[in-house]
């Protein structure tokens, strides 16, 4: 009996790489993000480590995907946090 979510060679699905990348996103509005925000301030320097701690998060999410695949989901659910907090930082500093 074969299922496609839990393949035991540990390849990740196709629908799994989409939801990824989907998460992942966000970041192309960086350029926008940087432009708000203050020149020197604390919110610049926590948004010069947001795009390597996107693309860290996303790369750990898929190499969980098949040993651990509650811990993909929670690393989505704190990359869309992510998103959200920064930009919270950028707009309201």
Request: some cysteine; glycine content about 4%; aromatic content about 12%.
């Amino acid at each position: 009996m074969s299922d496609n979510c839990c393949d035991p060679r540990g390849k990740v699905p196709a629908w799994v790489n989409a939801v990824i990348i989907i998460c992942m996103l966000p970041l192309v509005a960086f350029p926008e993000m940087l432009s708000l925000s203050a020149e020197g301030s604390q919110a610049s320097t926590f948004l010069w480590f947001y795009p390597f701690y996107v693309v860290a998060s996303g790369i750990c999410a898929r190499i969980c995907w098949p040993q651990r695949r509650e811990l993909t989901w929670i690393l989505l659910a704190l990359m869309i946090l992510s998103h959200i907090a920064m930009w919270a930082l950028v707009l309201y500093d």
